[in-house]
């Protein structure tokens, strides 16, 4: 018996974070998927057959963007409902996490591939409230205590 459809959420910055998320394509090709990332040419190429919200950017140290894509966050949940939120940062991440988990989201959080010796910022904020945190390495688990190691994606 195959596995219920669920309402899929993949949220994540374009480039390397949207190219882990597409790693997960055998899982989230079974349910009923949206993206979040930012419009550029990586990320319109990459998705061309996926439904898509674009989320605002750069993120990097602007609380304007930051405003924008919490609305958006509000917004899009409200409106889909998703059973699962699922995330390899960056900023763009945290409002879809926070808002996520009020509405009852399941938030899996996987920590980007190419950090071994540091947290990034957008892992620890996202962390309280993330309902599985994923590491790619075995180093990463020292980084993150209860992680789970999922191995690599890529």
């Known amino acids: 018996m195959p596995a219920p459809t669920r309402r899929v959420m993949l949220v994540g910055s374009s480039g390397g974070h949207l190219a882990q998320l597409c790693a997960l394509e055998s899982w989230y090709a079974q349910h009923d998927a949206t993206f979040v990332t930012f419009r550029t040419p990586d990320a319109l190429s990459r998705l061309e057959s996926e439904r898509v919200?674009?989320?605002?950017?750069?993120?990097?140290?602007?609380?304007?963007?930051?405003?924008r894509n919490a609305g958006?966050?509000?917004?899009l949940i409200w409106r889909d409902r998703p059973d699962v939120i699922?995330?390899?940062?960056a900023g763009v991440a945290l409002p879809f996490f926070v808002l996520g988990r009020l509405f009852g989201a399941v938030t899996v959080y996987v920590e980007v591939i190419d950090r071994l010796d540091t947290t990034t910022m957008t892992g620890r904020l996202c962390r309280p409230f993330t309902s599985v945190f994923c590491v790619q390495w075995p180093e990463q688990e020292r980084l993150y205590k209860g992680a789970v190691n999922i191995g690599r994606l890529m």
């Open 53 to 67: 919200e674009w989320a605002y950017h750069p993120t990097t140290r602007s609380l304007k963007n930051l405003a």
């Open 72 to 75: 958006l966050a509000a917004r």
């Open 86 to 89: 699922v995330s390899t940062g």
